[in-house]
């Protein structure tokens, strides 16, 4: 096993409920001929739900299911039992192709549902402590996320990873810190994304990636790789933009034009022991920008910054 790359439904315009992008048939076809031989599943119901169905797209295009993304509203204990019976629907989807491609196990990534509270929502990028959970509401937000994980793992044996994800509560450096205190990491992992992570730090110092993956080492087994645009982030930042008007604007742009040296970061994952998959993600609305074009100059920036 080595590090390989794949690439998701997102970088085609099908992006958490902000509506669905070109069809999966076409994505999957045009995320192999550009490059990638694995894929993330996408908005529940974007792909085949049928497993055997599933399965035949998967297996014939030679890729491996990667994961999904599944967004809980973690702060209200009234959602819990429904995040969880959404999450395990997903779950038992991924388990029922997870022999498909190279033997990967797929992870669920779950997250906080990001957008919902509006001060979040119109803060992403600069979140303040003052913006953040309380003791109380951080106990009842690690306990939805506990329950979901070990439902996951009990039923279908497969691993949770946590997303930290701007525009929700856990997306600054210190709110990561937090919920890996607050958690487990026998129930739950982290997913450590490039580009949400530099955003959510309310900075423009990529340095700031590596730092963080040394941060959170012992907790991270999935990876994606984001880049983020500093003039766009700054302009975001400076104009008040709230995370969707971000996101409509480029802040997450193509890998090598942001300011994230994905050479010296895998280098850094490699240094850690990492051996596995990392999923490329260019956030676009539906119908922005080419999805194909950008996601054949990702991966030939990938192979010159990292020889793979």
Not at 15 to 38: F, H, K, N, P, S
Not at 156 to 166: A, E, K, S, Y
Request: net charge negative.
């Amino acid at each position: 096993m080595a590090i390989r790359f794949g690439n998701a439904p997102c970088s085609w315009g099908t992006i958490e409920g902000w509506g669905q992008g070109i069809g999966y048939a076409q994505m999957l076809d045009e995320l192999v001929e550009t490059g990638y031989r694995g894929t993330e599943l996408g908005d529940f119901g974007y792909m085949p739900t049928e497993p055997e169905r599933l399965r035949l797209e998967l297996s014939s295009r030679g890729l491996t299911m990667l994961g999904a993304y599944e967004g809980v509203y973690l702060k209200d204990p009234a959602l819990h039992a429904a995040g969880e019976e959404r999450v395990l629907r997903t779950a038992r989807l991924l388990k029922s192709v997870a022999d498909v491609g190279d033997g990967w196990q797929p992870f669920v990534v779950l997250a906080d549902e990001h957008s919902r509270d509006p001060l979040r929502f119109q803060n992403a990028g600069r979140v303040r402590p003052e913006l953040g959970l309380s003791a109380s509401e951080w106990k009842t937000f690690a306990a939805g996320a506990t329950r979901i994980a070990r439902a996951v793992r009990d039923e279908t044996g497969l691993r949770t990873v946590f997303h930290h994800h701007c525009a929700g509560y856990v997306e600054a450096p210190w709110e990561i810190e937090a919920f890996l205190e607050h958690t487990d990491s026998a129930i739950i992992g982290l997913v450590f994304d490039t580009g949400h992570y530099l955003y959510g730090t309310g900075t423009n110092e990529p340095q700031q990636v590596l730092e963080g993956l040394e941060r959170f080492k012992s907790r991270v087994g999935y990876v994606h790789y984001k880049d983020c645009h500093p003039l766009v982030a700054s302009e975001a930042r400076s104009k008040s933009w709230n995370y969707k008007e971000a996101v409509g604007k480029g802040v997450f742009c193509e890998l090598g034009q942001g300011q994230i040296d994905f050479g010296a970061v895998t280098q850094k994952l490699l240094a850690l022991g990492y051996d596995g998959w990392i999923t490329v993600e260019q956030d676009v609305l539906s119908g922005m920008g080419q999805p194909k074009e950008s996601a054949k100059r990702n991966r030939e920036y990938l192979r010159a910054v990292t020889g793979l």
